[in-house]
């Protein structure tokens, strides 16, 4: 490994990648459970020994949908979002509740049941973890092409917010411009759009 000649650091090479190591737990103790989402509060040791409170936020994992129309225009759906108390445009997704499912089945599953929509070419575009400073929650987000409507006979009755929905297409380059001026901050949805920018533009 290599000092950085003039700033702290080293200088890492196209390998790089993050690493499984961790740290021992000396103690877990669970504070919540529900069939959606867990907490509990982990005793980290750190390499001299030291102990950490640690809590940790255990969702079900999720899936995220980048849809694109034959005219190059991008799924968003505006949900009610209560934690933040705003409307966010958001690509269609949702988490892995359903027992046995694989991402690929629950993204499927998702873009119907949010759009009435589906795909008919499905690509893997994305692997992310959603906030590893205290959740384990991880993400897959999906690029799906070749769209047709639901028949109307098998579409989902949505329900709560998931009801008052609404779907928009918007440009692609016009997504990307709204996520850089900060108009979309769903992080899944901001980071599905500039993915999709960057394999565009190898």
Sequence with gaps: MTAHPSLPGRLA???VADSDQ??????SEAI???PYISLRNDTIVDPSGDEHPR???QPNGAVGVLAID???RVLLVEQYRHPVGRRLLELPAGTLDVAGEEPLEAAVRELAEEADIIAGEWTSMLHLLATPGYSTERWEVFRATDLRPVPEADRTEREAEE???????LP????LAAVLDGRITDSMTVSGILAAHALRHP
Aim: overall charge negative; hydrophobic content about 50%.
């Design 163 to 169: 009801a008052d929905m609404i779907q928009w297409w």
């Design 22 to 27: 961790s740290w021992p737990v000396a103690r």
């Design 55 to 57: 809590a940790v936020v």
């Design 70 to 72: 034959e005219d190059d």
């Design 32 to 34: 919540y459970d529900s």
């Design 13 to 15: 090479d196209a390998s």
């Design 172 to 175: 692609f380059d016009q997504a």
